[in-house]
């Protein structure tokens, strides 16, 4: 019986005497064991492979050419894939979607507005993200705004470290995104609001419309200059009052922000829901795709 048994074996595609373990280093430790048995035992790299295509968004044939050149160090792998994102520039074509994001605090707000592409990637939730964080960036690095409306150097922004990142700049994580999403992608503007004695706030509708509103004077709250920020982004005024437009000039219909009848309460003008809260000066900016 034992000599039919070694005979079976050496015609069986079953190995003996040879086995390939395959050994990948991550975070200086082995993620498989190596092990003799009559059957061969190959480590699989598809876990580590996950982990890397969620660290630097790569697809999965470029994470293991990548791993397959670092000798199967993941850690070097990632290093080296996060490096050629962090370059990465785009297909220079056109950018013709995009997100408007806000950031604001007390005195002061800022709205940024990210291209892509397309829609599609406009909407993914890393792009608006990112088109968050750029906006809250923005709001910190501007420290010394004057009052009324400002902008923001794009080329400055792009060098500021990014939010949760310090050691990588904006620039930077736009690149990121452009490798692991495909898609040209660049800061287009980034405008804001300041006033200096009140509050701004503001709204977005839909990633395609950013309004700012400043209270000053009066008795004004976030809220209120947020529901008018609303109001204006519904009912697009051109001016505030009548005495913003030259004399020359003849208002449209509805064109007058104080004159409108107020969204929130059609019963009231937005004059009127001003003077309840002692008539605070009003100033508003709009940035729209």
Known sequence: FFCVFVLMMQRSSVCVSRWFPRVVHYHNRLTCSQERSFC???????????????????????????????????????????????????????????????????????????????????????FKALSKNIAQVALDTETESEEGVFKIDSTKLLEAPSLDQKDVTVGQKISELIFSMGETMRLERCEGLCVKEGIVDG????????????????????????????????????????????????????????????????????????????????SMHILSR
């Not at 005024?237 to 004399?247: A, G, K, Q, W």
């Not at 208002?251 to 009848?261: A, V, Y």
């Open 40 to 126: 061969e035992k190959k480590a699989s790299i598809i876990p580590i492979l996950k982990e890397m295509r969620q660290k630097t968004g790569a697809g999965v044939m470029e994470c293991k050419k990548i791993l397959e050149k670092n000798n199967m160090d993941a850690d070097k792998a990632v290093a080296e894939l996060m490096e050629i994102a962090r370059s990465s520039k785009g297909r220079s074509r056109n950018t013709a979607a995009g997100w408007i994001s806000m950031a604001r605090r007390g005195n002061k707000a800022v709205l940024s507005e990210l291209l892509s592409e397309t829609d599609f990637v406009s909407k993914n939730e890393n």
């Open 203 to 282: 709204y977005v509708h839909g990633g395609r419309i950013g309004v700012l509103v400043s209270l000053s004077g009066g008795e004004p709250n976030e809220k209120l200059a947020r529901d008018i920020a609303v109001h204006i982004a519904a009912c697009g005024p051109d001016v505030i009052s009548r005495e913003d437009l030259p004399p020359s000039v003849e208002p449209k219909k509805g064109s007058i922000l104080l004159e409108q009848d107020y969204i929130h309460d059609e019963s009231l003008t937005v004059k009127e829901v001003l003077e309840k809260h002692g008539s605070p000066k009003v």
